[in-house]
């Protein structure tokens, strides 16, 4: 292992010691910890970049898969639901930093990197990997050692923060990012949708609406939605209710009735049924394998 890798770990270790998910002293700054190989789990990301520092994931959406080791970070411009596999074991943990990506940041850094009347050829995507160079990660260790420090954290961690979200944009994918962020286009309106949906989904919400909110015709909306999704407006929805109401157990406690009253449901029935589904265990079953398995209560899963 690389000194500057080993410099990464040893600090991940001491701001992320107990598995799942530890929030740091800035917001939008996580840290994943998983101390043994977990098989296929749904996720739900939000729009992130996940830079691992030890052990291996892979990401499946629909036919593709993604690689996301301590070579390839992952980024996602749009929250997607999708599945993971997680390589760690007790001696050798899965270690990894989660960066939120915040909108205002990232829309001062593409009007000062895009040229005036510059076009991009690559077309955006919802999720992709790419190679992590040396300068990121030595970026990346400042990060660190600046959030050991209240001070530092405050102060200093924002702006490296900054200068990685740089490094990304004008990385290898920086173009196919970019395009994703861009606020014109037939993805920036799917993208849109996927955020309608993000803040909205406990609310009665249906195809139509979207797709005349996104200026498309009901056909138009559904190819592109799932050419960004790869699946349909309405499970997607399903999915992110799901996914949300599973974060209100175990965070706060409540029942699978509740939870499913709160993010939509008007039957829980139907909520079970389909909370089974998605996750292959029962809404109570779900719950106690993950409480039992992880430390959850600071987790964004």
Known sequence: MPEMQR?????IEMLAPNEGCTASMLDGVSFVRANRSLGRTPVLYE????????????????????LYDT???????VPLPFSTETEATSEE???????????????????SVDMPGQKTLVAPRGIYSTPLTDRLSNTL????????SQLEARIVAPLVLKEIF???LTGEQGDAM??????????????RALRRIHSDYAKR??????????????????????AVTHTTPIQYLKSTRLHQARLLMIRTGLTAAAASATVGYESPSQFSREFKREFGRSPTEEIEQMKTAFNWSASTL
């Open 7 to 11: 410099r990464i770990v040893r600090l």
């Open 47 to 66: 729009p992130s970049i996940i830079l691992v520092c030890q052990g291996r994931k892979r990401g499946f959406l629909g036919e593709e898969v993604f």
């Open 71 to 77: 070579s390839h970070y992952l980024i996602l411009s």
């Open 93 to 111: 943990p899965f270690l990894a930093v989660t960066l939120r990506l915040d909108a205002s940041v990232t829309a001062d850094l593409m009007l």
């Open 141 to 148: 260790l400042r990060l660190l050692e600046a959030l050991g």
């Open 166 to 168: 740089f490094l990304v």
């Open 178 to 191: 970019r395009a994703s962020l861009a606020t014109t286009g037939h993805f920036s309106k799917i993208a």
């Open 205 to 226: 919400i249906d195809v139509d609406s979207l797709s005349y909110d996104s200026g498309m015709s009901v056909p138009v909306f559904h190819r592109h939605f799932k």
